[in-house]
C-alpha cells in the first residue's frame, strides 16, 4: 500500500498526464484543421489555446469517459473539444468585460484587438460543436447545446439582477446553475456517454458535475471578497462594484439587523461615492458569518457530488474516482 | 399560359409565403425552446431576428429541398437555423464595426449594448448548430462547420490585406469564397441533402450558391462605392477608408496607365488626410472601366451558377427554378 504522500504525487502525475495529452491533442487538431488558413487565425488560437490553462474541463471528460470503461485516442480529441468552447466563452466574455489580462498575459482582445478576440471565439465555438457532434452524437450535441444556450441566459439573468437588493438565494442558485453549472455536468455527462456508460452510471456523474459548478462558482464569488489580488489577477470586490450580489451578500442582508441591514443597502447604493463601501460590506459580512455559510454551502455541495460516484468501484476505479475528490478538494480550497 | 407579368407576381407571392412560413416557424421554436430564460434573451432575440430580413438564405434551403422533392414541416425549421446563423454574424459584425445601425433600425448592440449583442450571437450560433445536427445530421453539420469557420478564416484572410496595395484578383476571389460563398453554398447543399437529392443534385445546388454567393459578394462590394446612402444605409466608400481593396479597385490598379496608378496609390495612402481621395479614386476607376467589369463578372459568375441547375426538369420544378433564376437576377441588379 501507498502512502498518503505517494498517492498525491501519483495524482498530480496522472493529472498532468491527462493535460499534456489534451494540449498535443489541441495542437494536432489544429494543425490538421488550419492547413491554408490566414496566419494570423492560427497565431491567435494557438495563443488563446495553449497558455497554460488548467484543462479541468478535458480532464472531467476523460476521467468520466474511463469510469465507464473507454480510454482511447478519440476521448482526448472530445475532452479538447470542451477547451476549445471554455477558452471561447472566456475570450468573449474579455471583450464584453473590457479585461487586459487573462491568465496573467494580455487577454485576446488586448493583444490582437476585439475583432480578432470575437472571431476566434466563433471559430472556437463552431470547431468545439462539430468536434462534439462527430464524437459524441446527436444526443451528446443535444446536451452541449442545452447547456450553453443556457450559459447565455444564465448571464442575462446575472445582469436582470444587478443592484437588485430584493434577490433571493433561490435566484442566485438559478443564475450559477446556468452560468456554470450546467456546462461542468454537460462536460462529465458528455464524457460517461461517450465512454459507453449506463444509464445511472451517465445520471450520477452529470450529478457530480452539477454539484461540483455550484461548488465552483460559489468559492468563484467569495475569491471575489477573500481572493488575494495577486493569486486571482483580479481588482477585490469586483462583483461589489458592479452590482452583482452574490450569495454572502445576499445572507447578510438577510441575516442583518436594522442597523447593519441599513449600512449594507447604503453601501451597495453608494458604492460609487463611498470608497470604503466594498470594506464596510466586507466587515459586515464576516460579522455575520457570511462567508463561513458560503464556503460551508460549497462544502455541501461538494460532498453530495462524491456521493453521486459511490456507484463506481473502487478498487477498479481508484484513482479516476481520487482524480474527481481531489478535484472537489481543489475547488473548495483554490486561493484562484 | 400565363403572360410574363402574372408570372412575376406569382413568383414575389411565393417568396412571399416562404419567408412568412420561416418567421413564423422562427417565432415558434423560440417560444418552445425560451421557456423559463430571460425576459430581456427573449426580447433581444426577436429583435435581432423579427426585423425585416429578406431571407434569402432560408428561401434557399427550402427551395433547394423542394427541387430535390422534399417540403415538410421540418423544412422550414431547417431554414430558420440559417437564418439563426446568419443574423448572429450580422449582430457580431456590428459589434465589431461598432455600427449604430442595421435595415434601418438600432443596430442589438446600440440598442441592448455589446454584451448583450455578444451572447445573444452566441445563443444563436448555438442554437443554429443544433437545429443543423438534428435535421441534417452529422454530415449537414460537417458541411455547415467547414463553412462557418471558413467565414472566420476569410475576415482574418481580409484583415491581412488591409492597404495592401499589391493584393490580386485571385486573392480578393479567395477572401470573398471564405467570407460568402461557402456559406451560401453549403446552404443550398445542405437544403439538398435534407430534401433527399442525388449526389448530382447536390452538387448542383452547391455550385449553384457558390457562385450566385460570389456574384453577391462582388455585387456588394461595388454597392460600396456605387450604393445610394440612403437605400443601403451605409457610407459610400466605406470600404475604400478601411483600406480594404476590392475588385474594382484591385482592376483599376491593374489597368491604370503610370500617371493613374500614381494618383491611385496616392488615393489609397493618403485617403485620411485628402477628403476627396475616395471621389478621385471613384473618377478613375469609373473611367477604366473597373465598375462595369465587376459588374460583368458578378453577370458571368451569376450565370455559370445557373447553369449548374440544368440537371433540374423545368417542367416539374418550374417554380422552384424560377425563384432561384429570380433571386440571381436580385443579387445583380439590386441597389441596397
Known sequence: MTSPATDITHLFSSIRQIAARVEETMRADLERVLVDNDPLLVEVLHYALLNGGKRIRPMLVVVS????GRDDDDLYLLAAAFEYLHVATLVHDDVIDHADQRRGVDAVRKKY????????????????????????GQQGLNIFCHATTSMVDGE????RHVADITVTEEQ???????KTARLISSTCEIGALFGGGTTQQVAGLATYGRKVGIAFQIIDDLLDYLGDKQATGKKVGNDFVEGKLTLPLIHALNRAGEEDKK?????????QDQP???STAKRLMNELDSFDFSRQRAGLEAKEGLSALTLFNRTRHGESLAVLEGLAGYVLTRDK
Open 156 to 159: 442575462f439573468l446575472q445582469l
Open 172 to 178: 442566485y442558485f438559478a443564475v450559477i446553475l446556468r
Open 65 to 68: 469517459s474511463r469510469l465507464c
Open 263 to 271: 449600512t449594507l443597502l447604503k453601501c451597495i447604493k453608494g458604492h
Open 276 to 278: 470604503d463601501a466594498c
Open 113 to 136: 484587438g476585439m475583432a480578432a478576440a470575437i472571431l476566434a471565439g466563433d471559430w472556437l465555438h463552431a470547431r468545439s460543436m462539430h468536434l462534439i457532434s462527430s464524437l459524441a
